[in-house]
């Protein structure tokens, strides 16, 4: 049972617009949610975060929108920059349960 | 230089052999993890501990066992009785009870079924 789910394995996006990642999930007592970024062979990095009282954190150009009736979040970068080539993963843990919970990832493509 | 140091990056496992992937770190962490990937699959979480001599069994547990016997290391073994071990396997570490941002990642370790 897929408690976080990114439905769009893949995107693909012109240089210079906007990337929307998108991601949903079904568990209520999520109260703390995550991007990670992940290029071939390695580790993945931490992106930005946004607590369930919020329901904006912007970064530079990175913003993550919250929507809680929905259980929905997105991420969005603008503008879309080559670099930003790689899997995105959704995250979402209960804080005092100390351990997160990934989604499968959707991989973004920046078009030249 | 701190991080987390996943050992070996390639691992080949032959039928009915365990193999033991190492995850050092120097980030003075208490809480470390094991997650797998497999393609179109996400992370998912194998094993977790929070502290020395004490893990708690993830999400798809079965086939592997852990050891925490020091606060830097969190071997992870994928016995004969993981069916399915070929994936990409990431360590991770985070301050306990800061979990969120502060999960910091290795480079992980492909392991190959011959």
Redesign the interface.
Known sequence: DQQVKQNSPSLSVQEGRISILNCDYTNSMFDYFLWYKKYPAEGPTFLISISSIKDKNEDGRFTVFLNKSAKHLSLHIVPSQPGDSAVYFCAASVRRDDKIIFGKGTRLHILP | DGG?TQSPKYLFRKEGQNVTLSCEQNLNHD?M?W?RQDP??????IY?S?IVNDFQK?DIAEGYSVSREKKESFPLTVTSAQKNPTA?Y?C?SSI??E???K??????T?LSVL
Request: hydrophobic share 40%.
């Open positions: 987390i809480a993890y997650y179109g699959q996400g992370l998912r979480l977790y929070q993830g990409f990431l991770a306990r009870g979990l969120n941002e999960l910091f990642f290795g480079s992980g492909q």
